[in-house]
């Protein structure tokens, strides 16, 4: 399988070992990625005050990948959903897309882009991809958090239950790692209040963590780095602000499931993640996945 892949802003920086884990395990799954050429930010904050400007600059990576000839995977929940509505805005308002192909130079023919779960889990498939595990992840008590993007709107992204998804969690299990029940599981990690109102940012995610901890697990799993960077990189700040410390480790799904394709630590960057997850593999079963 070969695939354009649309990377954006984050991957880039603050959420490389989303980016590393990501190729490391692809190539491991057999998926070859073509990063696209002079691709730009989605226009995340653009939106904020010009949703046009946003929304040209998401169609702008469309128009991209379109050139490659292949369907485009992208691995930010965020761009995922942006670029999916730059999309379906191309295909259904006249007057944009005119507006759009005029400032582009070229015509629109529209590309097939999903997020990265959704290929995973859909494309290749569940038992599928399972067969390259090579290890059992029990021992990990993971809650699934697919955060308020990933699967939502429903006219945007169709791959999952908007209310109730399940494709994170089967995912989980089919590693041999517990999946716990999580009724937050699509709430907003509070990630867009984080400059503004960072205060009720901070008890978003800590509502989340005593929901996870409540259960009984000992990390979380996302697909979204600005959940990952809220839930990991602000967590010695969210428990200092509630005075706690809440030692949750916090791993993207492709560090997850790279650890049960027998992936080194080093190939899934675990040591950017700011939560240290050294208990959490230690806690993994040596036991290999019988035959």
Known sequence: MKLAYYPGCTLHGTAREYDASTKAVCKAAGIDLVEIDDWNCCGALEAIFDKELSMGLSARNNFKAQKTGLDLVIPCSICSHNLSRADMAMKNDPSFRKKIEKALGEEYKGVKLKHLLDIIVNDIGTDVISKKFVKSLKGIRAVAYYGCLLVRPSEVSKF???????????????????????????????????????????????????????????????????????????????????????????????????LGMGLSEKDLELDKNMVSTAKLIESIGKAEVSE
Do not use: W
């Open 160 to 258: 999952d239950n908007p209310e109730n998804p399940m494709s994170l969690d089967n995912l989980i299990k089919a590693t041999g790692a517990d999946c716990l029940p999580f009724t937050r599981k699509t709430k907003c990690c509070g990630g867009n209040l984080l400059m503004s109102k960072q205060e009720y940012a901070f008890l978003l995610t800590k509502k989340l963590f005593d929901e996870a901890k409540a259960v009984g697990s000992n990390c979380i799993v996302v697909a979204c780095p600005m959940c990952h960077m809220l839930l990991d990189g602000q967590q010695a700040m969210i428990g200092k602000a509630h005075n706690t410390v809440i030692d949750m480790p916090v791993l993207y799904f492709t560090q997850l499931i790279g």
